[in-house]
């Protein structure tokens, strides 16, 4: 069965929940006839609950940038994968390369968030990518291999096969760099093998890898008709409604 391809907004630290939930209207009404494409937006936690709201009814999901490690307890300052559960929330993102950079993840602090995350019921897009420095080393397939092999270590192929992929390399991120369609299909082609290599073989076929890194209405199609690639994890480009909704329409 094809996989249904999966564009996801990740707002990073933008728009509080007027603005939020301003787009959010603005992304059920421009999205209202996207046809066979999975929609999800990140917003900051605060602005979660009101973006949720004003998407109700479209088909949009609506998930948070990031969750804490533990269930619960004495961590100031996070928010818990049962929390954003409870409040209507269906995704997460787990192991930005903004977290792992500036907020010390790691892919152990991953691994544990995958299992929290699963745990819950709330569906977690995992983000690998090597550095600039990495590609240039030549250390891109064992950079992205041990990030989805962390990651994944020791999860049953179903719940293998809930998560989705997205491959983000650090240098495209933000920087209008994108990654050419070719270089973006090999590493996706190549997490395919991987989990092709180490799970049965429907987990490979099942599972979504999302590519992230400067991705525009001008640039989307061109990624999405690779192969291996199954949608977009969008930054800059997912702030306006317009721009979004060309990404989404650039599915096909
Ligand atoms: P940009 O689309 O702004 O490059 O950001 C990509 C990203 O980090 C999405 O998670």
């Known amino acids: 069965m094809a ?13 509080g929940p007027a603005e939020a939930g301003e787009l959010a209207e603005a992304l059920a009404s421009a999205l209202a006839d996207r046809g066979e494409v999975e929609v999800a937006v990140f917003p900051t936690a605060l602005s979660a609950l ?5 998407v109700e009814g479209s088909g949009i999901e609506v998930g948070l940038q990031e969750i804490h490690s533990a269930a619960s307890g004495a961590f100031t300052g996070t928010n818990s994968a049962r929390m954003a559960r409870e409040a209507g929330l269906t995704r997460v993102l787990i192991g930005h ?4 950079q500036l907020f010390g993840e790691t892919d152990a602090g991953v691994r544990a968030k995958v299992e929290l995350a699963l745990a819950e019921g709330l569906l977690p897009i995992v983000c690998v990518g090597e550095t600039l420095e990495e590609r240039d080393a030549g250390q891109v397939e064992a950079v992205v291999h041990r990030q989805v092999a962390a990651a994944l270590e020791g999860l049953e192929p179903d719940q293998v096969a809930a998560i989705t ?3 983000e390399p650090v240098w495209a991120i933000g920087t209008g760099r994108t990654a050419t369609p070719a270089q973006a299909q090999e590493v996706h082609a190549s997490i395919r093998g991987w989990l ?18 400067s991705v525009k209405p001008g640039n989307a199609a061109e990624l999405l008709a690779c192969e291996d690639i199954d949608g977009a994890l969008v930054g800059g480009a997912s702030l306006k409604a317009d721009s979004f909704a060309g990404i989404v329409a650039a599915v096909r």
């Not at 996989?3 to 728009?15: D, E, M, S, T």
């Not at 180490?198 to 992230?212: K, L, N, S, T």
Request: charged share 20%; no cysteine.
């Open 50 to 54: 009101t973006v949720a709201g004003a």
């Open 97 to 100: 390369s903004e977290r792992r």
């Open 165 to 167: 992929l997205a491959y």
């Open 3 to 15: 996989r249904v391809p999966f564009i996801a907004g990740n707002w990073k630290l933008n728009l």
């Open 196 to 213: 092709r290599a180490h799970f049965p073989a429907f987990v490979a076929e099942d599972m979504r890898i999302q590519y992230g890194g």
